[in-house]
């Protein structure tokens, strides 16, 4: 029995494959090994580090330093001061024509309201009056609102149709909502990135590389790691939606102020003539961290916007993209290729000359 199972194993040992008995072995690459593997035409690993992240430049594009009380909240009372044309025009109806209204409304009620306690209070009237209808102050009250609420009613739209009537655009930034944190996407220019709230240097969530914000960034809560850049003096029409949950675009010094819902695209507009950076914030609850979703814009002179458009990666509409690594345009073997019809043909010599054939290399070709 112990002869036939040594025959049994001698028999299974034959049949293993050498590579299945061959002991496991990590091989090192030693240092020699490299320089080896490119001579022949092997790609060599690289042991350079990761290049460190541009500095911030404040001042720059992208990194400009806000205005106080410019676009941001300062602890006035009122709105923000304005700088597009649909915000002048909100405002000027606000505190022109609602607020001196809303006053003379007030002031006239507690008139009212005083006289009638004084005119007809228990003492001077022991005998209460047994009117019940008087048509002149029933005709007055009705009319008297309704002629009110026209004259709201008419700059309101004037204002409404000027809002949701834009111009032609001449930049399109589509807007998207995510939990939490904005996408900008310029389609014209194929730029696109991420927006997330910077966070204070003590703030125990902040990643060990993660940027902290800076005074210069702009206030805590509404400093963000990328800004959106648009260019003065252009309309800027906003297409906006959100992946997740309801969100809200706003900007009070845009006046600006428009649900993102998902798979719903709203759109609104915008003209800035005055370069600086505004501030804004989402505007509807959309989860546990609604108050860290700040949207930040910059606007910078064409010129600028351009060159942020370049370094962003994108190109400018009617600009020529700049030849890629796969472009023949400039290839040394165009000129090969190009087919005999197409090439110029040589001056014809005058009758009688003698033609010599150009001297070629079909000799040293067949040579080798």
């Known amino acids: 029995m112990k002869l036939i199972g040594w025959a049994i194993a001698l ?15 990590t091989t090192t690459t030693t240092p020699a090994a ?21 500095p911030i430049v404040y001042g720059s594009v992208g990194h400009a330093i806000p205005t106080p009380g410019i676009g941001e909240p300062d602890g006035r009372k009122g709105i923000q001061e304005q700088v597009t044309p649909l915000g002048h025009e909100a405002a000027n109806f606000h505190n022109d024509w609602l607020l001196p209204l809303c ?8 008139g009212l309201l005083l006289w009638t306690m004084f005119r007809f209070r228990r003492s001077a009237n022991p005998t209460p009056s047994r009117n019940s209808h ?39 930034v589509k807007v998207t909502g995510h939990q939490w ?50 260019p003065a003096g252009k309309v800027v029409k906003f297409i906006i939606t959100a992946d997740d949950v309801i969100h809200s675009f706003g900007v009070p010094a845009f006046w600006t102020k428009l649900d993102a819902n998902p798979g719903q695209l709203n759109e609104t507009w915008v003209k800035v003539d005055r370069p600086g950076v505004y501030f804004g914030q989402c505007s509807e609850l959309c989860g546990a961290r609604h108050a860290f979703m700040p949207i930040n814009v910059e606007v910078v002179t064409p010129a600028q916007y351009a060159q ?17 690594p796969d472009s023949t345009g400039a290839s040394p073997v165009s000129a090969a290729t190009t087919p005999a019809a197409a090439q110029p043909q040589a001056a014809q010599p005058a009758s009688g000359t003698a033609i010599t054939p150009r001297a070629t290399n079909q000799a040293a070709t067949a040579q080798n």
């Open 103 to 110: 006053g003379a409304i007030s002031i006239f009620v507690l």
């Open 11 to 25: 028999a299974a040992a034959g049949l293993t494959p050498a590579a299945a008995q061959a002991p496991t072995s």
């Open 134 to 172: 008087n048509t002149a102050i029933e005709v007055l009250w009705t009319v008297v609102p309704v002629a009110i609420l026209v004259a709201i009613a008419v700059p309101s739209i004037k204002l409404l149709r000027h809002q949701y009537t834009p111009p032609p655009a001449d930049v399109t």
């Open 308 to 324: 942020w458009i370049a370094s962003k990666g994108g190109t400018m509409p009617g600009a020529k993209p700049k030849p890629g």
């Open 181 to 230: 944190y904005w996408s900008y996407e310029y389609p014209d220019n194929g730029v696109s990135f991420d927006s997330h709230m910077l966070k204070e240097k003590n703030d125990p969530t902040r990643g060990k590389d993660e940027r902290w914000r800076d005074d210069r960034d702009g206030p805590p809560l509404l400093a963000a790691d990328e800004r959106m850049v648009l």
């Open 34 to 54: 490299a320089p080896a593997a490119s001579a022949a035409g092997a790609p060599a690993a690289s042991s350079t580090p990761a290049a460190a992240p541009a």
